[in-house]
């Protein structure tokens, strides 16, 4: 079972709320990834979690805050965003942060936000 | 930097014909190669992989890919397509380690017609 779940799938937000999105999984990886996809475009990398602490950061705004609370759970917190972050955000997760290489990516369905 | 290029766009291919994607990456090392399909409003899902080994992979729903070192080249076939295979396809290249920055390309998209 290769499966990463992503609440909610459809997500509407003003520009003055608070919300957030969940991604959980159960295969006992150690990697967790936030993507930002826009329309028609590839995937771009937000944020990666290695062994729960904070690896990556792509030069993402403060307005996106990623959690991870614990090895099965990534949550996104989404404050003051501006229509154009109205996109697909995908979590993934893979098995092995680092070393052996050869690390593959499973993607979950995504959540699909409109900011308005 | 690793980089990838798919270079068509938007693909048609009439349904029982055979199908051929091209990917051509830019990486000074052994690259780590995957192909991942995208239906419209859904995920990604990952079709198959090269790490090492033989360079003819075997993937999901009946696709193959083959590594050629010689022409940095890891090209997606089918040799008969469904029209459920319609949809976005996207070649991506890992480091070596980890493979946190996955570097994609910017997809073709695969048209059936009857």
């Known amino acids: 079972d290769t499966e990463v779940t992503q609440t909610p799938k459809h997500l509407v937000m003003g520009m003055t709320n608070k919300k957030s999105l969940k991604c959980e999984q159960h295969?006992?990886?150690?990697?967790m990834y936030w993507y930002k996809q826009k329309a028609k475009k590839p995937p771009e990398l937000m944020f990666v979690?290695?062994?729960?602490?904070?690896?990556i950061n792509e030069s993402v705004p403060s307005r996106f805050s990623p959690e991870c609370p614990n090895s099965s759970l990534l949550n996104l917190h989404l404050h003051a965003l501006q229509p154009e972050d109205s996109a697909l955000y995908l979590c993934?997760?893979?098995?092995?942060?680092?070393?052996?290489?050869?690390?593959?990516?499973?993607f979950g369905e995504g959540s699909w936000l409109t900011v308005v | 930097a690793q980089s990838v290029t798919q270079p068509d766009i938007h693909i048609t291919v009439s349904e029982g014909a055979s199908l051929e994607l091209r990917c051509n990456y830019s990486?000074?090392?052994?690259?780590?190669l995957f192909w991942y399909v995208q239906s419209p409003g859904q995920g990604l899902q990952l079709l198959l992989k090269?790490?090492?080994?033989?360079?003819l992979v075997q993937g999901i729903k009946g696709f193959e890919a083959e590594f050629k070192r010689s022409q940095s080249s890891f090209n997606l076939r089918k040799p008969s397509v469904h029209w459920s295979d319609a949809a976005e396809y996207f070649c991506?290249?890992?480091?070596?380690?980890?493979?946190?920055?996955?570097?994609f390309g910017t997809g073709t998209r695969l048209t059936i017609i009857p």
């Open positions: 090269y790490f090492s080994g033989d360079t």
């Open positions: 993934a997760s893979s098995p092995n942060p680092t070393g052996t290489g050869g690390n593959t990516i499973y």
């Open positions: 979690y290695s062994y729960e602490k904070l690896s």
């Open positions: 991506a290249v890992g480091l070596n380690f980890g493979n946190e920055k996955l570097t």
């Open positions: 990486y000074g090392a052994t690259p780590y």
């Open positions: 295969m006992g990886h150690r990697a």
